[in-house]
């Protein structure tokens, strides 16, 4: 099985509604963050959450909201989808060495959304 | 502030062919650095990493050496594959912030 999982992992949804993207990890990670990845573009980041109640605003987080529901899960939430949310999102989490503030990001899937 | 560049895509070589993707940084500290690649309709995953100076990382035939004194960590493979097609993202972490900072990512094409 894999280690992080994102559902759903296609999502076709219309302008206005509120959508959840769901991230599940088996690897016992503190960290974890949301990306989003437009064609041609590199990785943006929204969110991330250093452990269950510490969350941050990551460079493009208007528009979007988080819940870590526990070390496994973070979620990802669109309160009024808008058609240039449409993307490729990404969760991911991260080792950290500690005293070194180094890591190593393990990723998911992805989601691809649509909004029409 | 800390930041990755690398060389713009797309990149397409024949089979075989030498492949080089330059990767520079700006950085306060020591940060790890790092590849990751991305195939087609997946997630990215990590290539190859390097913790300090002069390190070479290196995995599935790509290599990469750390360089303080160039602050450059460019990925080399001696001959590409058609498999090899995938977006490579250059990358770094351990800096002030705690997070990782990837560059923009170059796109491989690789022909038979």
């Known amino acids: ?116 | 502030g800390n930041s990755v560049t690398q060389m713009e895509g797309p990149v397409t070589l024949s089979e075989e062919a030498f492949l080089t993707i330059n990767c520079t940084y700006t950085a306060t500290g020591y940060p790890s650095l790092f590849w990751y690649v991305q195939y087609p309709g997946e997630g990215l995953q990590l290539l190859l990493k390097a913790t300090k100076a002069d390190d070479k990382g290196s995995n599935k035939g790509f290599e990469a050496t750390y360089r303080k004194e160039t602050t450059s960590f460019h990925l080399e493979k001696g001959s590409v594959q058609v498999s090899d097609s995938a977006v490579y993202f250059c990358a770094l972490s351990g800096t002030g912030g705690f997070k990782t900072i990837f560059g923009a990512g170059t796109r491989l094409f690789v022909k038979a």
């Open chain 1, 1 to 116: 099985d894999a280690d992080v999982t994102q559902t759903p992992r296609n999502r076709i949804t219309k302008t206005g509604k509120r959508i959840m993207l769901e991230c599940s990890q088996t690897k016992g990670h503190d960290r974890m963050y949301w990306y989003r990845q437009d064609p041609g573009l590199g990785l943006r980041l929204i969110y991330y959450s250093f452990d269950v109640k510490d969350i941050n605003k990551g460079e493009i987080s208007d528009g979007y909201s988080v819940s870590r529901q526990a070390q496994a899960k973070f979620s990802l939430s669109l309160e009024s989808a808008i058609p240039n949310q449409t993307a490729l999102y990404f969760c991911a989490t991260s080792d950290l060495v500690k005293g070194q503030g180094k890591e190593t990001q393990y990723f998911g899937p992805g989601t691809r959304l649509l909004v029409l």
